[in-house]
């Protein structure tokens, strides 16, 4: 059934594949954005600011959508002002969320109590009764993440948008995301020190175990595509996720086998690995999550092959780097760090 989409946010680095997507497939989309970014050419645009979403009101009911999606809530204020904007005038939404509101995340943060979550995660596993980061590395992510606010906590937000009766709701629980676009730069600590010609990379032992899940930018899409389709999903929480959960360290080997990078990978005992290469939290605790629900219920299937994935991250990594980064490169106390395990050989 092709469908009129009302798009909140949607200009972004995973909304404009979702747009393109459903555009292609036959659907109507309007985008509601504040104008800092264009949508794909030729899609339908209300100009308005999401904190402000009740002024709308007439707009949308006028409109007649038959389903929204929200690409940026962030808070429970939002997800209470959306569902009062929207009560009565549509039929379904759909909310992209996070996988950080398992358990899982805030035992790897030191922030849960309690000993490790058992894995693999999948929907029904616990989610957070804490805060979803520790405060520096929230104030981090909103300086990368321009529509998180200082609210930030997508538990709350779940919870808000499944809790009305006259609107269901899909939640999409998603993964770290890559690709073109990606605002994180999530390859750019491997890329760079490719590029730079080092000869070697080092992790330390404990980070380089580190199992997380992810998924390429057009593949998450899809599955957000298929979602917003499927009137099965209505009522329904959905982890969207590559099936494999890789470590660091197999993240690394892959990005190295996608450039042909010659070099060799290190693993350093973590007392002997420099400061900017050791990760804060329990990295005991991995974020292995199952995505075999969508799979079944919905039939998602990853629509790119990983060798054209990672092409295309990395060609825009290198035509796009990062004006800052988080960690430093450090390459002076690396090499020292290195020289110091080759003497002790």
């Known amino acids: 059934m092709?469908?009129?989409?009302?798009?909140?946010?949607?200009?972004?680095?995973?909304?404009?594949?979702?747009?393109?997507?459903?555009?292609?497939?036959?659907?109507?989309?309007?985008?509601?954005?504040?104008?800092?970014?264009?949508?794909?050419?030729?899609?339908?645009?209300?100009?308005?600011?999401?904190?402000?979403?009740?002024?709308?009101r007439e707009t949308l009911a006028a409109e007649k959508f038959d389903l929204v999606i929200d690409f940026v809530l962030s808070s429970e204020r939002q997800a209470r002002q959306l569902m009062e904007a929207l009560r009565g005038i549509t039929r379904r939404l759909v909310v992209l969320s996070s996988m950080d509101v398992y358990r899982a995340w805030g035992v790897f943060f030191e922030l849960e109590p309690g000993g490790l979550e058992r894995l693999p995660v999948n929907e029904e596993s616990a989610v957070r009764t804490r805060p979803a980061y520790p405060p520096e590395v929230l104030e981090g992510l909103r300086k990368r993440v321009s529509w998180a606010d200082a609210e930030y906590d997508k538990v709350p937000v779940e919870r808000v948008v499944l809790s009305e009766p006259g609107l269901p709701a899909t939640v999409l629980r998603l993964p770290m995301v890559y690709g073109p676009g990606d605002y994180i730069h999530r390859f750019y600590p491997f890329l760079k020190r490719m590029d730079d010609g080092r000869r070697f990379?080092?992790?330390?032992?404990?980070?380089?175990?580190?199992?997380?899940?992810?998924?390429?930018?057009?593949?998450?899409?899809?599955?957000?595509?298929?979602?917003?389709?499927?009137?099965?999903?209505?009522?329904?929480?959905?982890?969207?996720?590559?099936?494999?959960?890789f470590s660091e360290l197999e993240w690394a080997k892959r990005i190295a086998a996608a450039t042909g990078w010659p070099g060799e990978f290190v693993v350093l005992p973590r007392e002997r690995t420099p400061q900017h290469l050791i990760w804060p939290g329990n990295t005991k605790q991995h974020m292995v999550v199952s995505s075999d629900r969508i799979r079944s219920e919905l039939g998602y299937r990853e629509v790119t092959p990983e060798a054209e994935a990672f092409a295309s991250t990395v060609a825009w990594e290198r035509k796009h780097p990062p004006e800052s980064v988080g960690v430093p490169f450090d390459y002076a106390s690396e090499d020292s760090a290195l020289s110091g395990l080759k003497a002790r050989a």
Request: hydrophobic share 40%; proline share 3%; net charge positive.
């Open 2 to 56: 092709k469908m009129k989409i009302l798009a909140i946010g949607g200009t972004g680095f995973i909304g404009r594949f979702v747009i393109r997507e459903l555009e292609r497939t036959g659907h109507e989309v309007t985008v509601l954005h504040r104008g800092s970014a264009a949508p794909p050419e030729g899609t339908a645009q209300i100009i308005g600011d999401r904190n402000r979403i009740n002024e709308y």
């Open 201 to 245: 990379i080092l992790f330390a032992d404990d980070v380089a175990q580190v199992r997380s899940p992810r998924g390429y930018v057009a593949d998450v899409a899809a599955g957000i595509v298929r979602a917003a389709a499927s009137e099965r999903a209505a009522g329904r929480i959905y982890n969207i996720c590559e099936r494999e959960c």
